[in-house]
């Protein structure tokens, strides 16, 4: 089944990281800077998530906190399925879906939960791990694990680097980017990341929508902020490490085995690639939606819909990313004319192919070496 059919997919993500990392600080800023999405956090290990906005009710049976438009419950392991399937019901209207794992949990187990689940309704959304930059060596030591949690995931969060000097901060990027090569990595202080970089690009909401409930934000304009604590200073910025984005918009088909080429070889700080790819004569048929968290990767192919103009859509979000570089690999990716007017080779498509509904690349991401 493929979000053609479904309605569309609410990205699932694991956000992990040893005791004192920053986890909840970084959520508590996901929620505070939502910008009107409504998100639900399942939290593995039961902890104080302080959501400060109006309580919504009735989307789960065991709701333990809710406001901001946003959904806290404690859920073990063994019923996060159950759980999915009921935040992701269209009547709950969940744009993001964060499962804030115990500091001691093992993020792979839940993120293997997500991958092989049969949910039509979710996708895999990455694993981002939390790192405190002033305790790395100290964590690394006491929880050797860390290596291979950094090794899986998809973003990797460096926090507190305002704790640690600009030799030390450089030192540390470098040990995490020899030991999770395939990592986007921000750098950041309080857990103040961009959000852009976790919510879906395509799904912002609609500015009319009267459906959702009033937002933190509206509070905020209504009675103002007592800035306390580690948020004290932000004063209604956010002065955190931006997300970069490249769209790439043309009515050219793509050539399969250039784009797979492309996608199967992404460049460190991309994070993210969503969209829709035509490609031409190849499969005339269908149009694919792609995708792409990290190493994770997953095509849905779909009839074209009814008068729906065919072209590529994508929007790819990183960190630190070459703007130019990638959108000159887009274009170089598109077939030429020549191209266009050839007989297609039967198997340009048996890359593409590999990543439908399940491949090589969900099983690394769910068991890498």
């Not at 493929?2 to 990392?21: D, E, K």
Request: net charge negative; charged share 25%; hydrophobic share 40%.
């Amino acid at each position: 089944m493929n979000p053609s059919t479904t309605g569309r997919q609410i990205p699932v993500v694991v956000l992990a990281g040893f005791l004192g990392s920053g986890k909840t600080t970084l959520l508590n800023h996901l929620l505070r800077r939502r910008a009107g999405n409504r998100i639900a956090v399942v939290v593995n290990d039961f902890g104080a998530v302080e959501i400060d906005a109006m309580t919504v009710a009735g989307q789960v049976g065991s709701t333990v906190s809710l406001g901001n438009g946003c959904l806290c419950c404690a859920v073990d392991a063994s019923e996060l399925d159950g759980y999915l399937e009921r935040l992701s019901r269209p009547a709950a209207r969940i744009d993001l879906i964060v499962i804030e794992a115990s500091g001691l949990a093992e993020p792979q187990e839940l993120v293997r939960m997500i991958l092989t689940g049969d949910n039509p309704r979710t996708v895999y959304g990455g694993l981002v791990q939390v790192v405190d930059a002033a305790e790395f060596d100290a964590t690394r030591d006491r929880h050797p694990e860390t290596d291979r949690h950094l090794a899986i995931a998809d973003l990797v969060v460096l926090n507190k680097t305002d704790r640690v000097t600009p030799a030390e901060h450089e030192r540390v990027l470098g040990v995490i980017g020899t030991l999770g090569p395939g990592a986007a990595v921000v750098s950041a202080s309080y857990g103040r990341i961009d959000p852009g970089l976790l919510f879906d690009p395509a799904a912002r909401p609609a500015e009319d929508e009267k459906i959702r409930q009033l937002s933190f934000e509206d509070l905020r304009a209504d009675e103002g902020e007592d800035h306390t604590g580690e948020d004290a200073g932000e004063h209604g910025h956010h002065p955190h490490t931006g997300y970069e984005s490249v769209s790439y918009d043309e009515p050219a088909a793509m050539d399969p085995r250039r784009l797979m080429a492309f996608l199967d070889s992404r460049p460190e700080g991309l994070y993210r690639v969503k969209g829709f790819v035509d490609f031409g004569a190849a499969d005339p048929a269908n149009r694919y939606a792609v995708h792409a968290v990290g190493r994770f990767l997953r095509f849905y192919p779909e009839p074209w819909p009814r008068g729906t103009e065919r072209r590529t859509q994508l929007v790819l979000i990183g960190s630190g990313i070459d703007r130019d570089a990638l959108a000159k690999e887009l274009t170089v990716s598109a077939v030429t004319e020549t191209e266009a007017a050839t007989a297609p080779d039967e198997s340009a498509m048996w890359g593409v192919l590999r990543y439908v509904r399940s491949g090589p690349a969900a099983e690394e991401a769910a068991d890498p070496a």
